[in-house]
């Protein structure tokens, strides 16, 4: 069983593996001493835990960053920066391996870029086929990126988190997950590093999202939807009628922000599976939740957060019936043409995309906007 710990520089959580005294933290680099129960109180940190208030950064965590250069440090504007980090995972050579990871990760940086006006400079992606050994989607350089994500915001930023790639479950122990599990995410060496859990990804980009900023995360992976531990999951039924259900944990706990705008688009509920698929796109494979993502959009369907989930779902339940899309691809299928080579695996899917947020709103009233 893994134990989760805080750190003592940055607080990140972190996981400490069984018997464990101390651990390294992978962003600022500070080693954690975690006291046994019998030998009185823990060794004092180099940064007091006192000075760590929820949404602050401290400055002594910026360094070790190896994308502090990006985006260019400038003020932002009167509305906000954009900032964004895609992460594409495909797992060749390992019997884990899907095709159309990397595929997402270029569409979805092509619309950002040319429809949502997201400067390239601040658009971080990690996939295997990057040269650069810190673009890879490893688990110390994805860590690396979220925090880069969340550094330095302010109000009126706006920030993107899209991941197509596996996501699992594992075992929580701690009372705070509504069905007992913890989901995650698996970066490229998740066999020997591990996977990133939903409480690190809250901890690192959700609860310190200042007031007057907004999140948008974007996540096609299996069991991925409560992956950032968002208090509010909105359930809705095939004539579009929606609910939001209470994920808070009983523990009292925050999961929340720091005053900003969370919302994520996840492929499936956390007891799902979703699809790497060619059915979608004709062409060559992508991710069945970024596929009718970017397909929304593209057909005007992106008014509100109501629209977008209920074309999102439409795309998918007709592929997995069978019939026909009319007009099926559009920018998606020119996209995948113009930029893509590659394989197929085709066959239907059962999964039903979701939204989760840190405080429920009226779907269809709420205009959508990255």
């Not at 490893?138 to 996501?167: E, V």
């Not at 299996?222 to 039924?237: A, E, I, N, Y």
């Not at 688009?265 to 059915?279: K, L, P, V, W, Y």
């Not at 899309?325 to 113009?338: E, I, K, N, P, Q």
Request: charge should be neutral; proline fraction near 8%; aromatic fraction near 8%.
């Amino acid at each position: 069983m893994l134990m989760l710990v805080d750190c003592s520089k940055c607080r990140t959580t972190l996981q400490l593996p069984p018997g464990a005294q101390s651990i390294r933290c992978a962003i600022c680099q500070a080693i954690t001493h975690i006291a046994d129960p019998r030998s009185g109180p823990p060794p004092p940190s180099s940064s007091p835990s006192s000075s760590y208030q929820p949404g602050h950064v401290p400055p002594s965590a910026v360094a070790p960053s190896p994308y502090n250069h990006a985006p260019p440090g400038q003020p932002p504007h009167a509305q906000g920066r954009k900032r964004a980090l895609i992460v594409g995972v495909s797992y060749r050579h390992t019997n884990h391996e899907l095709k159309g990871c990397i595929n997402d990760a270029r569409c979805m940086k092509y619309m950002l870029t040319n429809r949502f006006k997201f400067p390239e400079s601040s658009i971080v992606m990690l996939t295997e086929e990057d040269p650069d050994p810190l673009k890879r989607p490893t688990k110390y350089n994805m860590r690396m990126a979220l925090y880069w994500l969340i550094q330095g915001c302010q109000p009126g930023d706006s920030l993107l988190f899209h991941f197509s790639g596996h996501g699992s479950q594992q075992r929580n122990y701690n009372g705070e997950e509504v069905d007992g599990y913890d989901e995650t995410l698996c970066p490229v060496d998740f066999e020997t590093q591990g996977m990133i859990v939903d409480d690190e990804i809250n901890a690192t980009l959700v609860r310190p999202l200042p007031r007057g900023a907004r999140l948008h995360a974007i996540i096609d992976a299996c069991h991925s939807g409560t992956v950032l531990d968002l208090p509010f999951l909105c359930r809705m039924d095939r004539q579009g009628k929606y609910i939001w259900e209470d994920h808070r944990p009983r523990s009292g706990m925050w999961k929340g922000t720091s005053g900003g705008e969370a919302i994520s688009f996840s492929g499936c509920d956390d007891n799902q599976t979703s699809a790497d698929t060619s059915a979608l796109s004709k062409i060559t494979s992508t991710g069945a939740m970024t596929y009718s993502f970017i397909q929304a959009i593209e057909r005007g369907h992106g008014a509100t957060y109501g629209s977008m989930l209920n074309s999102m779902r439409s795309t998918i339940r007709n592929t997995d019936s069978g019939s026909e899309l009319s007009g099926a691809g559009g920018l998606v299928t020119s996209l995948v043409t113009m930029l893509l080579t590659g394989g197929s695996l085709s066959g239907g899917f059962r999964q039903e995309p979701q939204l989760t947020a840190n405080e429920p709103f009226d779907v269809y009233t709420k205009p959508f906007s990255l």
